[in-house]
């Protein structure tokens, strides 16, 4: 079975532009969810998707967004983009949001803001 | 606040010794503890995963504990290996939480020759 894919995984953008990341999760699975990892801050929870609705929300400012399709598939947005918002933006998808279903990490979009 | 902090941060061992990596915790009310391994470049990996009622788990050479009282936990790793190198991240869940996890900043493991 294939594990959770991510596009692109490096991406360079200019302060102000918008760009948007994609997440494949494993098929079957139909939670995703986002983080924001950096050296300073770890890993900070971004928001989490299941059947095309959010569930969860992290303490993040309104520039980012997500969304997920029927097929499961996951976009995250992040609009006016600042030089803080260099990092690895990570993706994981589980079965459900149920209590202690495995998380399946992809291997990230590296985002460099210049 | 829900915390989880890690230490050491950073640690250095030669290839086929012991170690030990520290987790405390303050999330509360307490659901399950995981620890991750992360390699450069790539997503974390699930090592083990304990509910409150657990206090050890192991994965091969990988053995975590968990003291729900004093809410700690710590990963033990045996006979090191060079592909042991690596951030290892504890992070903790709410109950009822649905996926609120509390991420620890994790350790920094290199093993050497």
């Known amino acids: 079975k294939a594990g959770v894919t991510q596009t692109p995984r490096y991406l360079i953008k200019t302060r102000g532009q918008q760009v948007t990341l994609s997440c494949s999760p494993i098929?079957?699975?139909?939670?995703v969810s986002w983080y924001q990892q950096t050296p300073g801050q770890g890993l900070q929870f971004l928001f989490e998707?299941?059947?095309?609705?959010?569930?969860n929300k992290g303490n993040f400012p309104g520039r980012f967004s997500g969304r997920q399709f029927s097929n499961s598939r996951s976009e995250m947005n992040v609009s006016t983009l600042e030089l803080g918002d260099s990092a690895l933006y990570l993706c994981?998808?589980?079965?459900?949001?149920?209590?202690?279903?495995?998380?399946?990490f992809g291997p990230g979009t590296r985002l460099t803001v210049t | 606040k829900n915390q989880v902090e890690q230490s050491p941060q950073s640690l250095i061992i030669l290839e086929g010794k012991n170690c030990t990596l520290q987790?405390?915790?303050?999330?509360?009310?307490?659901?399950?503890l995981r620890w991750y391994k992360q390699d450069t470049g790539r997503g974390p990996v699930s090592l083990t995963i304990?509910?409150?009622?657990?206090n050890t788990k192991s994965n091969g050479r990988y053995t975590a504990t968990l003291d729900a009282d004093t809410k700690q936990s710590s990963l033990h790793i045996t006979a090191s290996q060079l592909s042991d190198s690596a951030s290892y991240i504890c992070?903790?869940?709410?109950?009822?939480?649905?996926?609120?996890?509390?991420f620890g900043t994790g350790t920094q493991l290199k093993v050497e020759l």
């Open positions: 987790c405390n915790y303050t999330v509360s009310p307490f659901s399950n």
């Open positions: 304990m509910t409150f009622s657990e």
């Open positions: 994981a998808s589980r079965l459900s949001t149920e209590g202690t279903y495995e998380q399946y």
């Open positions: 992070v903790v869940s709410f109950t009822g939480g649905g996926n609120k996890l509390t």
């Open positions: 998707y299941f059947s095309e609705t959010q569930r």
């Open positions: 098929s079957g699975h139909r939670s």
